[in-house]
């Protein structure tokens, strides 16, 4: 059986374990022992992450423009056909 490494166990929601652990360093040190290609790999994904969260973080916005959609509902289902006529139309 494989022995885990005490260090490389995630303590997320635990906030008095996380304050014990320097990740930036932590992950620094190993970046280095690292060739460059796995380097590049491991900024791609913390990038990824990075914008994964931005994302998150507009969704959850009350600006957002995903709380628009819905808004126009309608009894038609032609609109996407005569967008012109109900565009033109006067009402």
Same mark, same amino acid.
Do not use: C, E, G, V
């Given at each position: 059986m494989r022995k885990e490494n005490p260090k490389s166990k995630h303590c997320l929601g635990r906030t008095n374990a *996380?304050?014990?652990?320097?990740?930036? =360093?932590?992950?620094?040190?190993?970046?280095e022992m690292l060739p460059f290609e796995k380097q590049a790999e491991v900024y791609d994904f913390v990038t990824f *992450?990075?914008?994964?969260?931005?994302? =998150?973080?507009?969704?959850?916005?009350k600006t957002s423009l995903l709380n628009i959609i819905g808004l126009g509902r309608s009894n038609k289902s032609d609109i996407s056909v005569n967008h012109d006529k109900y565009l033109y139309e006067q009402a």
């Open positions: *996380l304050q014990s652990f320097n990740y930036p =360093k932590m992950t620094a040190d190993t970046m *992450l990075k914008t994964k969260s931005r994302i =998150k973080a507009a969704r959850n916005k």
